[in-house]
């Protein structure tokens, strides 16, 4: 059976960073919709229009709720695009088959949505941001409120094992972020009914140095999942790294979850 595919990318970058993927769904006869957020890929607002985490999702809110109401879609979230589609779960969960987090941040229900964040923060030292630029906009013993990648960190930790075109892409491409988490430190705890009802699976990758194995898997024991599949010898950016092995979990979390 063929399915709807939604693509949701991470910090900095845009519905761009999946054009392999859409390719590889598209040409299985699958329905692939990659989205920009706001303020990111060629969304038109700069990053001081997108003044809320509401703001932010609103592409993807907005395209949910444009849905036929018995369409279904599989929506897949990476690296920060995991809050994006937990709050989308949230508040569709009616109109999402499985969630899908790939090496992303995902929140669990017992906690303000932030958290999951913060203890990225706590555990990531200032020094494995190398040159990305880092805003603390509330002072600097406050977590960060904005960020772009820097080339040498893409290349050091995010794309190290990408093809190099791909960083080359990733480099002309990314747009600074706000991490909106004084917005989600006041968003109410996620509920069962909702974020909580709707299936989900991670997808582990384990040569990542942004988000590291060790950290994906301590977000699985905090908030246990349906299913945990794993990439070997990807990096962050397993869209790009290693489109077919993904293509191929997509493929699977399809025909098991149609």
Not at 168 to 177: D, F, I, T, W
Request: glycine share 6%.
């Amino acid at each position: 059976m063929k399915s709807h595919f939604v693509l949701v990318h991470g910090t900095g970058h845009g519905a761009w960073c999946w054009y392999k993927l859409v390719t590889l769904l598209e040409s299985a006869g699958h329905k692939a919709t990659a989205l920009d957020l706001g303020g990111s890929g060629i969304d038109p607002r700069r990053l001081d229009e997108v003044n809320s985490i509401t703001d932010y999702v609103s592409p993807l809110v907005g395209f949910l709720a444009g849905l036929p109401e018995e369409e279904k879609v599989i929506l897949v979230g990476h690296s920060y695009g995991g809050i994006a589609i937990s709050l989308a779960m949230e508040k569709f969960p009616g109109k999402v088959l499985v969630g899908v987090f790939v090496t992303a941040l995902m929140p669990n229900s017992t906690s303000p949505p932030a958290n999951v964040v913060l203890e990225f923060f706590n555990r990531t030292p200032a020094e494995a941001l190398m040159d990305s630029q880092v805003r603390f906009a509330d002072g600097p013993d406050s977590p960060p409120t904005s960020a772009i990648f820097g080339p040498r960190h893409m290349a050091t930790s995010l794309y190290q094992e990408s093809p190099p075109q791909d960083l080359e892409l990733a480099k002309a491409m990314v747009r600074p972020s706000s991490l909106y988490l004084h917005d989600l430190s006041k968003t109410e705890k996620f509920t069962e009914e909702g974020y909580g009802s709707v299936r989900r699976v991670f997808v582990i990758c384990n040569e990542d140095r942004a988000i590291k194995e060790e950290y994906q898997r301590w977000m699985i024991e905090n908030y246990v999942v349906e299913r945990v599949m794993e990439i070997k010898e990807s990096d962050h950016m397993a869209m790009l790294c290693e489109p077919t092995k993904l293509f191929d979990c997509l493929s699977e979390i399809a025909d098991n979850y149609s």
